[in-house]
Structures are given as C-alpha cells and as structure tokens.
C-alpha cells in the first residue's frame, strides 16, 4: 500500500498494489517434415511437431499429415489433420498474490492446451487470372483450463483476455470444445495492373 499526494487537489490518493511477480519460461519447438510425390497427381506429407512449455515441463507431441490430389491440372482436394498445441498467456500460469484476501497460487498443473484439426479443401484456378478455394474445417480442444467444484462454470475458451482469470483460485485443465465452419477464398492474381 502506497499513498501519493496530489498537492493540486491539497488530497491523498491510496494505492493498492494487487500483486507484484515476476515468472519467466521458454516454449521450446521442434519438428520434421516428410514430402512425397506418389506421382504426377498424389502428394503426400507427414510430419511431427513437439512443443514443450518448461515453466513446468509440460509437452505435446503432435503428429500431422496432409494429402493432396491434382483432379485436373487446376483442380486440387486436399485433407488435412493433425494435433497442434498452444501455450496460454504467461499470466495464466504464473500469477500469484492475493485478490479481496483469497491467496492465488501459481498454476503449474496446467499445461498447453491443445487441439486436433481436420481440414478437407478444394482449389480451382481459372486460367492465369483467379483462383477460389473452400475449405470445411473442424476443431476439438482439449485440456482447455477450466474451474473446478463450483455451481458456476468457467472455461478459458470464452474468455477475451487474461484479465478475467486472475480471481480464478484453482484451474485444472479438462475442459473441451468444437469449432467447425467453412472458409472461402476468392483470390484474384496480379494481372493487367490489378
């Protein structure tokens, strides 16, 4: 607690100084890639990703692979999955004060939240001028940090900052969820000075 004095209103202001932390961490990645060609119309890609978030050495390991298919030569489908991961803001792990007299800890328990994508698209190409391209996509996430034990529900995925889940006292991380939707691209090449 600090009080300053502001000598033009001849008042006091109190301060009060929620918390004060320091916390730092690394996110280490990695990966490989293998591309094959079956032939003039297949190809095929695989891959490996490994994450790791060493404030408290939680990992995914996740695997990946696509595979396209030339219809015509401006024509393609393609299928996309694989699993990716993502590490929360810093705040959400390393947090720890004190907020209306209720003590926060940190939160080494959570890890990375992670997802499985699937993705099935197709891309056409006319002539040298434009290209449109839609993709149906689906989502499910898991080990989404969410509250424990209480009648009212929380979860990380419909906050909109990490300001919200700051009062947030215990989080563990078993929450899930879907997205699913279609993106369409109509994309118009460089041509004739556009």
């Known amino acids: 607690r600090r009080e300053i004095v502001n000598p033009t209103l001849n008042a006091s202001l109190t301060l009060d100084r929620l918390f004060d932390n320091t916390s730092s961490t690394g996110l280490v990645q990695s990966y490989g890639q293998w591309k094959s060609n079956i032939n003039e119309q297949l190809t095929l890609n695989a891959g490996m990703h490994f994450t790791m978030l060493t404030f408290n050495s939680k990992y995914a390991i996740e695997p990946r692979g696509s595979i396209a298919y030339k219809l015509k030569p401006n024509q393609e489908i393609t299928l996309a999955t694989g699993l990716h991961s993502k590490m929360e ?15 926060i800890n940190e939160k080494k328990n959570l890890g990375l939240t992670k997802s499985w994508h699937s993705v099935l698209g197709y891309d056409i190409v006319f ?45 563990i991380p078993e929450g899930t969820g879907t997205n699913m939707g279609i993106d369409l691209t109509i994309e118009k090449f460089f041509s004739d000075g556009f």
């Open 127 to 171: 002539g040298s001028k434009f290209r449109i391209k839609a993709e149906g996509y689906f989502q499910y996430l898991f080990d989404v940090p969410v509250r424990t034990g209480m009648s009212e529900t929380f979860s990380l995925l419909n906050t909109r900052d990490v300001w919200e889940v700051f009062e947030e006292k215990e989080l």
């Open 89 to 103: 803001n810093l705040a959400l792990y390393s947090f720890k004060g004190k907020i209306n007299n209720e003590v």
